[in-house]
């Protein structure tokens, strides 16, 4: 089997895009390719889609194996119905160490470097023990997407109220450590592991994002403080998941404290949203890439480890508000998904649609998402260009385009 023979199959395409990979999914955001098959009447998950009559007969036409963004049990079920390799690691292990609650202690024991803190059912019961971490904390759920369910803690009253809203629903807080927001990805084989360089991880910024810790792209082109520590870091993290069972993709987020501290916030062991960025690189330099060797994990092309490197950035707009955008006025074009690049004045000149291809050099994509909900990704922009400046702030040109994007859509 090769890579040919395997669909990308989820909620939108944008991870495959340079992959080569036909994609199955509910919202196409606007990408056209005849490899691309949108069904938005299956519903949004991969499972969904896998249960899909005509998604199966698609893939039974065609596949031999799929990758999903986010499998299950019940997605691991499926594809074996249809006789498919799904290209993920086992869920039972993959949603064991991206719980949050889990995660913290059992990397603890392992010896890694993670604040301190405390977890379980969330109640009264927690107060006193998180109060001794310290004044300014984080209240996090086992689960969560993008800091949807992260909230930062500045006084006792706040902790209560969390604590009350969220009773009986397993959660950790844990102190707030200072420094710089980072992260690392890599690949997990059955015998190593491969990390690629880390980058600055967009986080709260409110132009972009409604959830003060939420993560909102990654600037690989930006400085990372003490950066051998932190790449030494997750590669620790990273073998630690190879020996729990995880295979293929993961990232490591981590905080750098600017005397070279570094701390182990969260490994998400699935695929990432830099997932694109990797693909790009890949394709300009003409080596493999991180999803090719992810899928070499599952028998799906060749399962050895190369050099991974990253040159693409993005930026990820939230929705703010809870009410459609509004239409486009006299004059003005509707924003949609397509390729171009961006005006001084944070216009955006498209120069032609968006296909899987992705964007070449010196392009930006806009992708743009249908039916984005409050939280959830309104729009997104790749770039391989700069997007913050050296004190981490967003560059006046994107800022600027941030705003006339947010403005047509929201």
């Not at 490994?267 to 999803?291: C, Q």
Request: net charge neutral.
């Amino acid at each position: 089997m090769n890579s040919a023979m395997v669909f990308f199959v989820g909620p939108e395409p944008v991870p495959a895009l340079a992959s080569g990979l036909p994609v199955i999914c509910a919202d196409g955001c606007g990408i056209t390719d005849a490899d691309l098959r949108a069904f938005p009447e299956a519903g949004r998950s991969s499972q969904a889609l896998l249960d899909w009559a005509p998604a199966q007969q698609l893939l039974a036409e065609r596949a031999s194996g799929v990758a999903v963004w986010k499998s299950s049990v019940a997605t691991e079920r499926r594809a074996a119905q249809l006789g498919l390799t799904l290209a993920n690691s086992p869920a039972k292990i993959a949603r064991r160490l991206e719980n949050k609650a889990y995660f913290s202690p059992a990397a603890a024991r392992a010896g890694l470097p993670v604040p301190r803190m405390v977890g379980g059912p969330a109640g009264p019961e927690l107060l006193a023990p998180a109060l001794e971490l310290g004044p300014a904390l984080v209240f996090q759920l086992a689960h969560g997407f993008s800091g949807a369910a992260t909230y930062p803690v500045s006084s006792e009253p706040e902790l209560r109220r969390l604590l009350l809203r969220f009773v009986g629903q397993t959660c950790r807080i844990a102190e707030v450590v200072p420094g710089t927001a980072v992260t690392v990805t890599g690949v997990a084989f059955a015998d190593r592991i491969v990390t690629g360089p880390a980058c600055l991880q967009l986080t709260g910024i409110p132009a972009l994002t409604p959830h003060p810790m939420g993560s909102c792209g990654n600037d690989f082109q930006a400085l990372v403080p003490h950066r051998e520590v932190v790449e030494g870091t997750a590669a620790q993290v990273g073998e630690w998941l190879r020996q729990e069972g995880h295979r293929g993709v993961f990232g490591v987020d981590l905080v750098v404290a600017d005397d070279g501290r570094c701390w182990c916030i969260e490994a998400n062991p699935r695929l990432v949203a830099s997932v694109p960025l990797w693909t790009l690189s890949a394709r300009d330099r003409g080596e493999r890439s991180l999803l090719d060797q992810h899928l070499g994990c599952f028998g799906l092309g060749q399962p050895s480890a190369s050099p991974l490197h990253c040159h693409w950035s993005q930026l990820i707009l939230y929705q703010v508000g809870d009410a459609p955008g509004p239409a486009a006025g006299p004059g003005q074009r509707a924003v949609e998904t397509a390729r171009g690049k961006p005006g001084p004045d944070g216009g955006f000149a498209a120069s032609g649609p968006l296909s899987l291809e992705g964007p070449t050099a010196g392009e930006v994509a806009l992708i743009v998402r249908a039916g984005a909900r409050p939280g959830h990704e309104l729009a997104r922009l790749i770039t391989d260009r700069p997007l913050t400046s050296a004190d981490g702030e967003l560059l006046p040109e994107w800022m600027a385009l941030v705003g006339q994007v947010r403005s047509r859509l929201e």
